[in-house]
């Protein structure tokens, strides 16, 4: 049985409003966010950036189909060979070096979410994976 991105959403209404509209992501549209959390972000976002590779590594491994591991590779490729050098370039262009990103400690909420994201693709399918 396939799922719609509407049907997710809409069985954890009050948990996805809480996300979208989350003061974080209403700052960085108004362009409001003090400069200090987004430099944060930038540089928490390059260590998410190489665990959803990480994920996309593990849809590979769990899928069941060629159609399936065909899109985890290009996921994966995406990101590894474009997304990382376009986040360090632009994190370079607010005096974030490559350096400094690959010394980076995770925070808290990268960590968290990060393996969360991996344990329950670990422990589940490819939708469980998908959905987290």
Not at 56 to 74: C, F, G, I, N, V
Not at 100 to 112: D, N, Q, S, V
Request: charged share 20%.
């Amino acid at each position: 049985m396939g799922y719609r991105f509407t049907d997710l959403t809409t069985a954890c209404q009050q948990d996805w409003r809480a996300y979208i509209e989350h003061d974080f992501v209403h700052q960085l549209g108004n362009a409001t966010l003090p400069e200090a959390s987004f430099r944060h972000y930038l540089k928490q976002d390059y260590l998410f950036l190489i665990h959803f590779a990480r994920a996309y590594a593990l849809a590979a491994y769990k899928s069941p189909t060629l159609a399936d591991l065909r899109q985890a590779h290009e996921g994966m490729k995406a990101i590894v060979d474009v997304e990382l050098g376009l986040h360090v370039g632009f994190c370079q262009e607010w005096g974030i070096s490559e350096q400094e990103l690959a010394e980076l400690p995770e925070a808290r909420a990268t960590l968290a979410y990060t393996r969360y994201v991996l344990d329950t693709g670990n422990r589940g399918d490819l939708l469980d994976l998908h959905v987290a």
